[in-house]
């Protein structure tokens, strides 16, 4: 049974502490490494690795002092170069190339962002559990089979972009960078369609944003596309 904690999941930072029983492992790093400790309860040696999706700073702040506390980060060329990450404790990894952390085996898939070559994961362990950690996309063109676990961005709702762009309090190009890098609700509900949904305990909403999402109308209507547990991250 996979444990999820949610460390904060905003613009302000995002970080995620996963665990089957057996092996933990961190997603993101985007808060000091203080604050990470102080969140895991200064567990750091718990931690068997930590897997960045990209460059952005509340996705990957803590990575060098993660890595100077002997945590190997995960992460594409692309990112690395962006940070200046280097050194023994990073690995670097590819799109669909596997690798595994003590009982997960890691599929990184690619995305889309603005940033160089941004990852999500898929990540499966022995006990069959199988979660999908998808963020800061707008599109996902990748089908997963027997999720148990989703967490996924649902960072706006068109509708609630527009009415704001036209009440003056959204500038135009910000709505234009938005549609072009993050997930909205209605894209999430379409990716949740045509993956298979049967088996999945948990749905976690990530990533929401301050002025373009309404927590509880995305909880219910993600609950009414798939019938699964919706939970949203605290920011």
Known sequence: MIDIQCLGSSSAGNAYRISDGHTAILLEAGFP????????????????????THEHLDHSKAAPDIMRAGINIYTSAGTAAARGLSGHRLKVIKALEKFTIGTWTILPFDIQHDVEEPLGFLLANT?????VFLTDTYYCRHRFSGLTHIMCECNYSLDIVNERVAAGHLHPAQK?????SHF???????????????????IW???LSDGNSDAERFKQEIQETTGALVRVADR
């Open 33 to 52: 490494y203080k604050s990470i400790q102080r969140a895991l309860n200064f567990r750091m040696s718990d931690i068997s690795g930590c897997l960045i």
């Open 205 to 207: 909403l990530l990533h």
């Open 127 to 131: 006990a069959g559990d199988k979660l």
């Open 184 to 202: 909205s609700l209605e894209n999430v509900k379409e990716m949740l369609k045509v993956n298979d949904t049967r088996n999945v305990e948990e």
């Open 176 to 180: 234009k960078r938005l549609l072009r």
